[in-house]
């Protein structure tokens, strides 16, 4: 059973940085997965955030985070983070990690993810 946790989460004013960080239990087999971060804003479907290959070469970014936010991942510890900068208030949401154990490319669609995280709560203040 693979799990993923996030972490990292918190309460900050518009501007600020922030980052999140998943690890993944899966240690044997992390370096193999594409990684990607979701959110759920109140209210909204749970949308793309950014997705990294297994290697951490390849990226793909939301165009609403692109230049603010940058995913990356240590394949030595199991895990995969997402720096985000300039936070603003429509940046609120729960933020998800997931791993897509089928692709070695980044992903964007949320059927192409196979594990979850429970999520770390960001929120904006202005």
């Known amino acids: 059973q693979v799990q993923l946790v996030e972490s990292g989460g918190g309460l900050v004013q518009a501007g600020d940085s922030l980052r999140l960080s998943c690890a993944i239990s899966?240690?044997?087999?992390?370096?193999?997965?594409?990684m990607g971060w979701f959110r759920r804003a109140p209210g909204k479907e749970r949308e793309f955030v950014a997705s990294i290959d297994w290697n951490g070469r390849t990226t793909a970014e939301a165009d609403s985070v692109k230049d603010r936010f940058t995913i990356s991942r240590d394949n030595a510890k199991n895990t995969v983070y997402l720096q985000m900068s300039n936070l603003q208030p429509e940046d609120t949401a729960i933020y998800f990690c997931a791993a897509a154990v089928r692709f070695d490319y980044p992903v964007r669609l949320r059927t192409d993810y196979d594990y979850w995280g429970q999520g770390t709560q960001v929120t904006v203040s202005s």
């Open positions: 899966d240690g044997q087999a992390f370096g193999t997965y594409t």
